[in-house]
């Protein structure tokens, strides 16, 4: 064979080496992008909703402006925690199971628009239900500080109206999530005085349920 021939074999045999080894890594690179999604731990993709509520940021001129109709809840302030006029949106139930909406931020208080207003308790709805979040990726949610309270501690709601009604914490509880009784949730710690409940997460984070492996549930009654 010419030599000429041997050194055109030689390249031809590297450039196809080369090919062959640009495929197989091609192939495990976009495997790998789709098992694990555009680069990232399933960890990762989990806590990025978590992460897209710390940029919701509540200015102070958005709190000090928020409007509402005047027989729902306002702000929620607990002094003991350092919760001042926190703001409280209206949620509903959201997917299949019907699950609890959450605020769309970490600042902002949650309001079930299918339990009571404060002091329009009406048969069938003896207790209001709050949710929010305690913390996101890079900052602390309003509920962070939740599991300080203790029964008696104070809980403050402001009306659209203006008008403030004070609870008092009758119950707290930390269950594991599988646990909660969302049915409780919905009624007074005391059958005779309107109520008012609150869920937050608690616990450690569970990567493969998404979620936290407890809930902090809080029941409070009207004192005034």
Same mark, same amino acid.
């Given at each position: 064979?010419?030599?000429?021939?041997?050194?055109?074999?030689?390249?031809?045999?590297?450039?196809?080496?080369?090919?062959?080894?640009?495929?197989?890594?091609?192939?495990?690179?976009?495997?790998?992008?789709?098992?694990?999604?555009?680069?990232?731990?399933?960890?990762?993709?989990?806590?990025?909703?978590?992460?897209?509520?710390? =940029?919701?940021?509540?200015?102070? =001129?958005?709190?000090?402006?928020?409007?509402?109709?005047?027989?729902?809840?306002? $702000?929620?302030?607990?002094?003991?925690?350092?919760?001042?006029?926190?703001?409280?949106?209206?949620?509903?139930?959201?997917?299949s199971e019907n699950r609890l909406d959450d605020p769309n931020n970490i600042y902002d208080v949650g309001w079930y628009m299918d339990s009571a207003g404060p002091g329009a308790v009406t048969a069938?709805?003896?207790?209001?239900? $709050?949710?929010?979040?305690?913390?996101?990726?890079?900052?602390?949610?309003?509920?962070?500080?939740?599991?300080?309270?203790?029964?008696?501690?104070?809980?403050? @709601?402001?009306?659209?109206?203006?008008?403030?009604?004070? $609870?008092?914490?009758?119950?707290?509880?930390?269950?594991?999530?599988?646990?909660?009784?969302?049915?409780?949730?919905?009624?007074?710690?005391?059958?005779? @005085?309107?109520?008012?409940?609150?869920?937050?997460?608690?616990?450690?984070?569970?990567?493969?349920?998404?979620?936290?492996?407890?809930?902090?549930?809080?029941?409070?009654?009207?004192?005034?």
């Amino acid at each position: 064979m010419p030599k000429h021939d041997r050194k055109n074999r030689k390249v031809l045999w590297i450039l196809l080496s080369i090919l062959l080894f640009a495929t197989v890594a091609a192939g495990v690179f976009f495997g790998l992008k789709f098992f694990l999604g555009d680069g990232q731990t399933n960890g990762e993709q989990q806590f990025q909703a978590r992460n897209d509520l710390d =940029e919701q940021v509540v200015t102070l =001129e958005q709190t000090s402006a928020w409007e509402v109709a005047p027989d729902r809840p306002r $702000y929620m302030s607990i002094p003991k925690i350092g919760i001042n006029s926190a703001r409280v949106v209206a949620l509903g139930l959201v997917g299949s199971e019907n699950r609890l909406d959450d605020p769309n931020n970490i600042y902002d208080v949650g309001w079930y628009m299918d339990s009571a207003g404060p002091g329009a308790v009406t048969a069938g709805k003896p207790a209001a239900l $709050y949710d929010g979040h305690n913390t996101g990726v890079n900052a602390r949610g309003v509920f962070w500080r939740l599991g300080e309270l203790a029964v008696g501690d104070e809980i403050n @709601i402001e009306r659209g109206d203006g008008q403030t009604f004070r $609870y008092a914490i009758a119950e707290r509880s930390e269950p594991p999530l599988e646990q909660v009784d969302m049915s409780i949730m919905m009624k007074s710690a005391d059958a005779n @005085i309107e109520g008012l409940n609150i869920i937050t997460c608690a616990g450690e984070w569970t990567a493969d349920k998404n979620t936290f492996s407890h809930r902090l549930l809080i029941r409070a009654v009207l004192t005034q």
